[in-house]
């Protein structure tokens, strides 16, 4: 199996720049979950979708964070514009409905 | 906010049982424990789950006290690349959300 497969791995931009991080689930999976790293925080949830609908965003940090899910095999978190301390790393993670989540790669997003 | 309870970080002597334990005491009925581990710069790894029997894969083993208020997770012959951050965690699985804590760091060593 190919397992979550999170693109791109690396992401480096510039400040009030737009930013999209992309993720394919693993086949036949209906959840899929977008969580967040850092130091200070720990792992954080954002967003997660059952049956590619949003479920609960409660955890999208503002306005600037936007997330879709347009098949059951692909989902975006966009953030426009970044900023310095959206800098962190971004997984991906998929389950079928109440089972155990399984994590993408993540991206390493590092805004100057 | 996460609401299970682990040591900090432990030590294992390679080759020895690594035995991890985490404390669940306000877990409800239908809340299993999880237990995942994230190697550095690495995505969380599922481990294992269970309700309130033991449970073993290729991986490790969980007991789960008959009062379901704490587990152990066991790694029976712990390697170097067992070396990890491990994640204890409550979860109801049709909420949808694992709430990670700040887990144990693990060092095994030579």
């Known amino acids: 199996d190919a397992g979550v497969i999170q693109s791109p791995r690396h992401e480096v931009t510039e400040m009030g720049q737009e930013v999209t991080l992309r993720c394919k689930p693993i086949?036949?999976?209906?959840?899929l979950f977008w969580y967040r790293q850092t130091m200070m925080r720990g792992l954080e949830l954002l967003i997660y979708?059952?049956?590619?609908?949003?479920?609960?965003d409660s955890g999208m940090p503002e306005d600037r964070f936007s997330a879709k899910m347009p098949n059951a095999s692909f989902s975006t978190l966009k953030i426009q514009p970044s900023e310095p301390r959206d800098s962190a790393v971004y997984f991906c993670?998929?389950?079928?409905?109440?089972?155990?989540?399984?994590f993408g790669s993540g991206t390493r997003l590092t805004v100057v | 906010d996460a609401k299970t309870t682990q040591p900090t970080s432990m030590d294992c002597a390679e080759g020895r049982a690594a035995n991890l334990p985490c404390n669940h005491s306000?877990?409800?009925?239908?809340?299993?424990v999880y237990w995942y581990r994230q190697i550095h710069s690495q995505g969380p790894q599922y481990i294992i789950h269970?309700?309130?029997n033991n449970e073993t894969n290729e991986m490790a083993s969980l007991i789960i006290t008959e009062d379901r208020k704490s587990s152990t997770l066991i790694l029976p012959h712990a390697t170097l690349r067992d070396t990890a951050v491990y994640y204890c965690?409550?979860?109801?699985?049709?909420?949808?959300?694992?709430?990670f804590g700040k887990g144990t760091k693990l060092s095994v060593k030579p």
């Open positions: 965690i409550e979860y109801g699985g049709s909420q949808g959300n694992l709430i």
């Open positions: 086949s036949g999976h209906n959840s």
């Open positions: 993670a998929s389950s079928l409905i109440g089972g155990p989540l399984l």
């Open positions: 269970g309700l309130k």
């Open positions: 979708f059952n049956n590619n609908v949003p479920i609960d």
């Open positions: 306000t877990i409800s009925g239908n809340e299993y």
